[in-house]
């Protein structure tokens, strides 16, 4: 069994830079074609600062972390039995080439399904910009199977 007592446990911040780059070639793997993600002159032409990082990218790059799967270990996982359940955005303000996003993490519940054949990991992070504004609010869930 999951470690309940761990709901409520904050990970160790982390923070990484937007890459120009790297945001446009995420724009072209997902299919955009809105020139914003592409091009920074159509980006200022409308209104924003630069390239504008498409949707879910957020997600992507929090993906750079040492560990990006420690909230299985930290309540007694198994990396190997686990299952990725779902993922959610919930989006405050754009996010752009060049910004440093902060990520901030925390368990919010750990719970069973099937007699606690199935266990879940439900994280919330907060991802925010280096002027500390809230860009993002991503949730994820992860399954541990027990059978």
Do not use: W
Not at 36 to 43: G, V
Not at 62 to 84: I, N, Q, T
Not at 90 to 108: E, L, Q
Not at 110 to 117: E, L, Q, S, V
């Amino acid at each position: 069994m999951l470690d309940k007592s761990k709901i409520g446990h904050e990970f160790e911040p982390v923070t990484f830079r937007v890459d120009e780059g790297r945001l446009r070639f995420f724009a072209k793997a997902i299919g955009e074609t809105n020139p914003i993600h592409f091009d920074e002159a159509a980006a200022k032409a409308a209104g924003h600062p630069g390239v504008v990082a498409p949707p879910t990218f957020v997600g992507c790059l929090e993906m750079d972390k040492p560990d990006p799967f420690e909230m299985v270990s930290v309540v007694g996982g198994d990396l190997s039995k686990a299952l990725h359940g779902n993922q959610t955005f919930v989006y405050h303000h754009p996010v752009y080439a060049g910004d440093h996003i902060t990520y901030k993490s925390r368990i919010k519940n750990i719970y069973d399904k099937k007699g606690g054949a199935l266990e879940f990991i439900d994280v919330e992070t907060d991802a925010i910009n280096q002027d500390g504004t809230l860009t993002a609010v991503i949730g994820q869930s992860v399954v541990i199977r027990n059978s």
